[in-house]
């Protein structure tokens, strides 16, 4: 079944780069290396979405050996054996480098008995879920839903704004902050964000003491573009299902490969439902695509929040991520619009083509000139 998904995608993204290049408003001569690229970009984007999970990539890691330590241990007490196939590899090729950190990664006293802890209460949780919880799947539908907030006043962060510039405790501040007018106050906060030329002009700390949880239903595809920030105070994911469907974007019908798009989730559905009724109900999750919908949940801070989607809204972003990121910072307007409207290099309204074409562009400058600084 793969096997012939990974067929039509082949077939998907030659039919839609044919598409775009002969209905691209760029001139012939301008045709170049980019432009290729950026043709081929937009027709990946758009075909990964009928790529199976189970779908092989290559990962890079970087760490410290106590974090090593940890995603070993974490792999070693998932209830997928390929989880714990990858963990054992990975500490059989560690302790080449850095055996002396990773000793007692393994040792049952030790090692075992962490990854014994971690397994168990995992396993536990599942089974109290269950039990207590209806087994039906959700009737909400909401892509992007603001599910907790503080403070519910923006204002509140000034004492906290003003504490490291001043002589009196927190207590104090506050007291002091809580007779001003609302006018005072925003004068304060609207000042903290400074004259910010780029978006890596981060605003202060004090905005770490803002908070946002947000639970997202989007495709798989967009999901493992997102869970990359690590700057997050809470980040779970339910298991993946096909019941929560897909979307169908506009440019697979322009480009006439609807049937083959709809033919991989048909293909997916028959795979994940032979999977199930031979209780393979774990590693059913598999055969489900990049393009199914999925639901999962995210709590940061006002000052990643706003490195988030100032981030996520570039032009050069995938379109469905960046949907996500414009719906969170209207919905941050209505509720905190001071540290929302601080947000000026959002990027809202891209021409995509363009977006892409321009990256391009900016990637074959970046090789010329490591190619003329080589020779």
């Avoid at 082949?10 to 044919?18: G, N, Q, T, W």
């Avoid at 758009?46 to 890079?60: D, E, M, Q, Y």
């Avoid at 996500?324 to 409207?341: G, S, V, Y």
Wanted: hydrophobic residues 40%.
């Amino acid at each position: 079944i793969n096997n012939k998904i990974f067929d039509n995608y082949s077939e998907i993204v030659h039919k839609i780069a044919l598409y775009l290049t002969e209905n691209s408003s760029v001139p012939n001569e301008n045709r170049n290396t980019a432009f290729k690229n950026s043709i081929k970009a937009q027709a990946c984007d758009t075909a990964r979405l009928v790529l199976p999970v189970s779908t092989k990539s290559t990962v890079g890691i970087y760490a410290s050996g106590q974090a090593i330590e940890s995603l070993i241990m974490n792999l070693m007490s998932d209830n997928l054996n390929e989880a714990n196939i990858v963990g054992e590899k990975i500490l059989k090729e560690s302790r080449k480098v850095i055996e002396y950190f990773l000793e007692r990664a393994d040792i049952p006293e030790w090692g075992g008995a962490t990854i014994a802890f971690m397994a168990n209460t995992k396993n536990k949780m599942k089974e109290l879920a269950e039990k207590m919880l209806p087994s039906s799947y959700s009737l909400e539908f909401n892509d992007v839903s603001l599910t907790d907030i503080w403070p519910i006043n923006e204002l509140d962060l000034v004492p906290d704004i003003l504490y490291g510039h001043s002589n009196l405790s927190l207590r104090e501040i506050r007291h002091e902050v809580d007779a001003w007018s609302f006018d005072k106050k925003q004068k304060i906060l609207s000042n903290y964000f400074g004259i910010r030329l780029n978006r890596r002009h981060k605003p202060g700390r004090a905005l770490e003491k803002a908070h946002y949880s947000w639970d997202l239903l989007c495709d798989y595809g967009i999901f493992r573009d997102l869970q990359r920030h690590r700057m997050v105070d809470d980040m779970e994911w339910q298991e993946l299902t096909p019941r929560y469907g897909y979307e169908t974007p506009e440019i697979v019908e322009l480009a006439e490969v609807g049937n083959l798009f709809e033919e991989c989730f048909d293909l997916s559905l028959e795979l994940f439902n032979l999977l199930q009724e031979n209780e393979y109900f774990l590693e059913s999750q598999y055969a489900t695509l990049m393009g199914h919908r999925m639901r999962w949940k995210v709590t940061m801070n006002a000052r990643e929040m706003i490195h988030f989607i100032e981030l996520r809204t570039g032009p050069q972003g995938h379109s469905g991520y960046r949907k996500i990121a414009k719906k969170m910072h209207d919905i941050l307007l209505e509720r905190h619009p001071t540290i929302a409207e601080s947000m000026i290099f959002v990027n809202k309204g891209e021409d995509p083509e363009l977006a892409r074409l321009a990256a391009e562009n900016y990637s074959q400058f970046k090789l010329s000139k490591l190619s003329k600084n080589k020779n």
